[in-house]
Nanobody
Framework: QVQLVESGGGLVQAGGSLRLSCAASGRTLSTEAMGWVRQAPGKEREFVAAIRRSTFYTYYADSVKGRFTISRDNAKSTVYLQMNSLKPEDTAVYYC???????????????WGQGTQVTVSL
């Protein structure tokens, strides 16, 4: 099993920045792909970004390209999401996710964190 613990959420004004972190523990070798998924009130969950452990290849949703950057530190089993130029529509609970194998956009994630709230005010 893999445990994922997020941190770094909070309240920020539009145009501001936040950095989310997610630390994995347990069977960390089962985190070939790690990512972030968000869910706004009354909306379905939405893929945000993902990164491969072996190649550091990254994936982004169109809505965050150019504003968000995902990175990871394999030695610390930690993934980060740097969020810049935040907009009110980025307000959501952000979940850290992990998959042990060949993850690709649209594929389900095997592991989920508890989520961290990000609120962007006008």
């Amino acid at each position: 099993q893999v445990q994922l613990v997020e941190s770094g959420g909070g309240l920020v004004q539009a145009g501001g920045s936040l950095r989310l972190s997610c630390a994995a523990s347990g069977r960390t070798l089962s985190t070939e792909a790690m990512g972030w998924v968000r869910q706004a009130p009354g909306k379905e969950r939405e893929f945000v970004a993902a990164i491969r452990r072996s190649t550091f290849y990254t994936y982004y949703a169109d809505s965050v390209k150019g504003r968000f950057t995902i990175s990871r530190d394999n030695a610390k089993s930690t993934v980060y999401l740097q969020m810049n130029s935040l907009k009110p529509e980025d307000t959501a609970v952000y979940y850290c996710t992990a998959h042990p194998g060949n993850w690709y956009p649209g594929r389900e994630w095997d592991y989920w964190g508890q989520g961290t709230q990000v609120t962007v005010s006008l």
